[in-house]
């Protein structure tokens, strides 16, 4: 993944959400699928609905919730949930 | 009129000519045929159930075609015919009765969306009804079958039907399909059931169905709240367990057992959720039955 490259969510998708303890189910209306994700992945889909965003700034916005360092592990994850967003059409490269 | 006021031969000559019009729960189904086992099979497990008289109207219409040529004397064959077309390749004659079985979940499932549909059994008491989504080779019908024995009423063994604007179940009571080893289970369990012909080297192996109890049969206008998820898992030796699934996790194995979940779209979300919400989720195994259903004997309706 190139460094600062910034992502946002694909226009045509639209979320609804459920949560139950710390999971959340997300239906996505663009592709009809369903997901079972966790507080971090939901809270990165939210961001990047608000504004295209870099892992690295992703990572500083979830931070607080997990009570950790926005370091290079929590960087490494956010990395891997954006990875696997984009392959599951959620989200895309910002359009110059 | 129930189907049980027909003598064998009239029942035999009626679906043989103008066919009957049976009343499965929420669902008018014509059926046409000549196969003898096919009028044997609903005289012995349909006894129960309304005839719709000069009904016109039908969901759906459905007939058992025999053999026509040569086939006849020839390893004989019978094709399922759906408002006039042939949706399946066709079978030995002799499962005639289970396809007929396998053609009606067949069209409800492909056909109702006016519900979500999972493929689940669905049995209440109480005020309460549990929904058991599971796969082939779960012991779902065998549990479903034991439970309709021990004061549990029949909604259906196979399709749970979710009502758009209630979300309440909605019946579909009709036979419990049992497979191989659960034909015997059954038997030694409820010696009373009434089980059709046993019909060997199927697709599922040998398969048999279970008449259900009358008064299941007398309440399929009645719909059920839902108060239970559970996912049955039958394990030889295994301890009988009752776990908690997080609801969450419930909510995605309901989904993966849903006919018609993403055709729904946002709707079909929105339902599923408003299930889950109403439900204790669980996991189950077990191997015993008197012990699985003294589990479920125990269960305890939600907070409303």
Known sequence: MRENQMWQVADENEFLFRSWDDEFVVYNGATGDTHLLGLVAVQVILKLQQTPTDAASLAEWVAPLLQTEPDDELVFVIEQILTDFDSLGIIEHTRL | ??????????????????????????????????????????????????????????????????????????????????????????????????????????????????????????????????????????????????????????????????????????????????????????????????????????????????????????????TARPAWIVFPKYQPGAPTRLEPLPKARAFMRMVENAFNYSLLGPQGFQMMESLVDACDCYEFTYSNLDEAVAVFADLKLPAP
């Open chain 2, 1 to 222: 009129m129930n189907v049980s006021a027909l003598t064998p031969s009239e029942l035999q000559s009626r679906l043989k000519e103008a066919g009957i019009f049976l009343q499965t729960g929420a669902f008018i189904i014509h059926v046409q045929t000549s196969i003898r086992s096919v009028a044997e099979g609903i005289a012995r497990l349909y006894a129960d159930y309304p005839l719709v008289e000069d009904a016109g109207f039908a969901d759906f219409h459905v007939r058992l075609i025999p053999p026509g040529n040569l086939r006849r004397w020839f390893r004989p064959q019978v094709l399922f015919s759906f408002d006039g077309r042939i949706p399946f390749k066709p079978l030995p004659l002799d499962q005639a009765f289970p396809m007929l079985e396998w053609g009606m979940n067949w069209c409800v499932s492909g056909y109702s969306h006016q519900y979500l549909i999972l493929h689940a059994a669905v049995m209440e008491k109480q005020g309460g009804a549990v929904i058991m989504p599971a796969p082939p080779g779960s012991g779902k019908s065998t549990l479903c079958a034991a439970l309709v024995n021990r004061e549990w009423r029949l909604l259906s063994d196979e399709l749970a039907l979710i009502d758009k604007a209630g979300n309440t179940l909605v019946p579909l009571c009709r036979p419990v399909s049992l497979k191989n080893e659960s034909i015997h289970v059954i038997r030694k369990f409820e010696p009373d059931a009434v089980l059709g012909r046993e019909v060997r080297d199927t697709i599922k192996g040998t398969v048999a169905h279970m008449k259900p109890p009358a008064e299941s049969v007398a309440q399929s206008h009645i």
